[in-house]
């Protein structure tokens, strides 16, 4: 009876040391047709949150979600970079002022708060470009400064979802 005890209590020790519990980074690449792009936010926060809805526009959309340590509460993170173009377009570049031509928005997805401040609350500036490859393949490249400080550099092919 008590090796089989201390047999459970083994096989209990090794099963709940296991790192399964840690999730890996994840990014998806991918755009919606016959979308638009909504924003929203609060007046507290520079943070600007994007809604996509039924449209007559191509919605792009970039997510990344930081790998997980379920034994860290609270510990999530994730990126969305979003925006819409019009639907008969082969290609584009917009870059700096020009980016106000389209709808964009960069969100931090976590437990923070992003409390106001002029020096964040200010316009997209780069570049954003992109060529259709076909039906439903477009390569994209964004080089985008958000809220004046948060740089992200993407090129990838993103999927038609």
């Known amino acids: 009876m008590k090796s089989y005890s201390m047999l ?4 209990f020790i090794i099963f709940s040391c ?3 519990e840690i999730s890996e980074d994840l990014y998806v690449y991918h755009f919606s047709e016959k ?3 909504s924003i929203t936010s609060s007046e507290d926060s520079y943070m600007k949150y994007g809604v996509i809805e039924k449209g ?8 990344f979600d930081a790998e997980d340590n379920e034994e860290i509460a609270d510990d999530e993170y994730g990126e969305i970079i979003q ?3 019009d639907a008969g377009l082969k290609e584009f570049s917009y870059s700096n002022s020009k980016l106000s ?10 437990y923070c708060y992003f409390p106001m401040e002029d020096t964040k609350n200010v316009p997209a500036l780069g570049t954003i470009s992109g060529q259709k490859l076909s039906n439903n393949k477009w390569e994209i490249i964004i080089n985008v400064t958000f809220y004046g400080e948060d740089s992200r550099t993407i090129e990838e092919i993103f999927i038609l979802n």
């Open 56 to 63: 007559e526009n191509t919605v792009f959309t970039y997510r």
């Open 8 to 11: 459970l209590l083994l096989s």
């Open 83 to 85: 925006f819409e173009v």
């Open 18 to 20: 296991s790192n399964n």
């Open 101 to 110: 031509e389209i709808i964009l928005v960069f969100t931090k997805v976590c």
């Open 35 to 37: 979308s638009k792009l």
